[in-house]
């Protein structure tokens, strides 16, 4: 075999262990268990005096501590990277998401960065890049559904046409999760921010899919909503469900810390979201 087709087989390789979302085998514990969301690591975004190579060793450190505490899965709500049509950002971001201990399934769900403006252009290569655009799972006796919520803050007919279908999908989830302790829910967006929030980009879902989304989570038994895209950290509800939004792993905003934030599912039911920090350079 010469070097050239070797190196076709590999990258075809790699391609596939991106194609869907990754497998995740049985919890063995009966202590419970622990899992962490990260979001917005976001390749390429940092003030005038950093650069790409600073946001990739904010990547590097979250995986350190990744390898060290070895959740059992790790979800990250997207922003992966800053320019979707910057091959280095992805390349950078795939290669250092690799390093994650193999034992270890990392899940994506795609952030406004990603796809900007669910323009069919960038949802191509992010499905390209990643394979899946939601993931829905289950573990320990709990349901795990990411969700594409760029479908839901975008005002144009394909978000509108598939923010429905997305809706019909997750019902057939929830429905499927309904005899297991609970179901959680990921997405890049929060369906709403903390009052008196200083965020000012646009954030909240749309309506009147916030409404139908929401009401269908709450009619399934939801126990928590896990947001990022603000790069600021706050907790409020919606419904009567919590809503978690966590702080950039890399560049933040308004003021915040930058971490991830690591869940604790105990054998009583009961759930722990604890905001880690992390010291950048």
Known sequence: MNRFILISVLLAITAMAWAQQPAIGKCESKEGFTF????????????????????????KAMVSIINREHPAFVIITGDMIHRHYKKNQVEAYRSVIATVDKDIPVFHIPGNHDMPKYA????????????????????????????????????????????????????????KYDHLKGTFVFAHHPPVLAKGSPVKHKS???????????????????????????????????????????????????????????????????FHPTPQLMNQK
């Open 36 to 59: 962490f969301q990260v979001t917005d690591p976001q390749l390429g975004f940092h003030s005038k005096d950093k650069n790409l190579q600073w946001t990739i060793d904010n990547l």
């Open 120 to 175: 069919d252009a960038p949802r191509k290569q992010y499905l390209d890049n990643f394979g899946y655009e939601r993931f829905s799972f289950e573990y320990g006796g709990y349901g795990f559904i990411g969700i594409n919520s760029n479908a839901l803050v975008c005002d144009t007919l394909p978000a509108y046409i598939d923010a429905a279908e997305q809706l019909e999908w997750m019902y057939g989830e929830l429905k």
């Open 204 to 270: 909240e879902w749309n309506e009147p899919y916030r409404t139908q989304y929401v009401r269908l989570m709450k009619q399934h038994g939801v126990k928590g909503i896990f947001a990022g895209h603000t790069h600021y950290g706050e907790t409020t509800e919606i419904d009567g469900i919590p809503v978690f939004t966590t702080v950039a792993s890399s560049y933040p905003l308004y003021g915040s810390p930058t971490g991830y934030l690591s869940v604790t599912i105990t054998p009583d039911g009961s």
